[in-house]
């Protein structure tokens, strides 16, 4: 073990001490709101919009959706369509009213039933029947759009991939 009896090190520690001992005094001059030794304030919770849902959770998964499918990936594809449709239960739980209007409601009654057509598309390996399905979920993205008044945000089916590092093709 190193023993801290040079005289730099014995200097420079009551040295630390002195400023430490500064900034206490300082502190409580300050007033409660600094108190002294008070545990660093816990990080705030972060609240996501239901914009930032829409871009981390939303898009992506539509994007690669599209992607597996066209690449007729239904392993891949069954996968991602489960995400998304969790995705939005996750939403609904955590906005549950949007400008007034009940999230859960409107998943339900504008995209739910769209995923689950693509769903039994996937299932059934019909490449025709996901495309026609697939573009019918898109639809429903824009129809949530516009009857929440976002009708500038406009989802289309994806003609170009942006994940260069994940394979899209059936293994
Ligand atoms: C339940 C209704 C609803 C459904 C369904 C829905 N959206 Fe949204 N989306 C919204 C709302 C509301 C906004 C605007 C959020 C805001 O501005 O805070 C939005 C915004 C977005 C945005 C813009 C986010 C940004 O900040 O740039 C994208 C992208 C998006 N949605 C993608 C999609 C896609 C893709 C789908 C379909 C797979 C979809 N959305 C389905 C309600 C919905």
Known sequence: ????????????????????????????????????????????????????????????????????????????????????????GRIARTIPSFNGNDTAALVNTRIKEPLEVLDSAIKARDGRRFDAAYAEVTKACNVCHRTLNHDAVVIKVPDVGMFPDQDFRPR
């Open 1 to 88: 073990m190193q023993r801290i009896d040079h005289p730099g090190v014995v200097r420079s520690a009551r040295w630390a001490a002195a400023v430490a001992l500064t900034a206490c005094l300082a502190a409580s001059a300050a007033g409660p709101a600094t108190a002294v030794g008070q545990a660093a304030a816990p990080q705030p919770d972060y609240h996501p919009s239901m914009g930032d849902l829409m871009t981390m959770a939303v898009q992506p998964r539509h994007t690669k959706l599209g992607i597996a499918g066209k690449a007729r990936n239904w392993p891949y594809a069954a996968y991602e369509a489960s995400e998304l449709k969790n995705a939005f």
